[in-house]
């Protein structure tokens, strides 16, 4: 099969080794993969702002690449953008009063995956160890983005591909269908808003104890990467924390989650000593790193991807 890459802007320009991981598991599957020139952005960014003017020539230039040769299906590594593809650029340019490009992307739209949409729906990917190779020994949680659950309706295919790789050690997000507070310009237009969401995410993630957080969406994982970063740096968590507290106990350990960073304590024995924090919260504090799902499913034994405890370079919070 013949699959057309999409890279993404964000991927292109800050995280390239997950395009490269993307085109190094369609390869070991034995697919052509090729990379239409020209292509550039999906024009998300424009249209979630309201400026439909300016978004027309970039859906316009996106179809122009991917039209430009031939391919069976398109792969994008980030739900975030082919969810645009599909729900934005025909309503987009019909709005415009240009029916042709509408016509033209909604072909294009219709033929583009999600990376596990592709292995599971089309490709028939069950088991990423037996049938990728993929292993990947080391604690790892998942953050669900919202284009992913709410747009493409993604449901349990990408952490069904991430429990199935060989040697990972799995474990839930409390509290996993909320937003981390990126939302592209959301974040640049309603800054206060997006650091208290992205402290409870940050929270909800290292009550885990894992060692990376993964998902399927770079732009999710570079606000959250960044999160985890200052928080190492700093020992605090930023923004205003939902009122709400979710209480975690396993035996003797307890964590709260949505709260201040005093509430992430457990009184002494009869409750006359001073307070601590609680086992696992003090050993939550450094060595966590965000990576996108296609890195784990690309890591093999011979080939693994280190964490940050094996030396690998971590960058605002994102593995390297």
Known sequence: MKVALFATCIIDAMYPEVAQATVTILRRLGHEVIFPEGQTCCGQMHINSGKFAQAEP????????????????????????VASLGHQQPMVATRMGNEALATEAADIAGRTYE??????????ITDAGADLGSHFPHRVTYHPSCHGMRLLRLGQRQS???RSVDGIDFVELPLADSCCGFGGTFSVKNPEVSSAMLADKV???HSTGAEVCTGGDASCLLHIGGGMSRFERTGKFEGTPDVTAVHMKK?????VIGASEADH??????????????????GLSVGQSAVHLARILASTKENPLRVQSEGATVSGGSLR
Do not use: K, N
């Not at 304590?265 to 609680?278: A, I, K, L």
């Open 251 to 255: 035996d003797d350990m307890t964590a």
């Open 115 to 124: 990376l596990s949409q592709l292995l599971t729906d089309v490709l028939g």
């Open 265 to 282: 304590r457990v009184p002494g024995e009869r409750g006359t000593s001073p307070q601590e924090p609680s086992r696992l919260q003090s």
């Open 58 to 81: 970039v859906i316009a230039a996106h179809a122009r690449a991917f039209s430009s040769t031939e391919w069976d299906v398109a792969v994008a590594p980030s739900a975030s953008c």
């Open 203 to 205: 929270r909800t993630i």
């Open 160 to 162: 069904d591909l991430l």
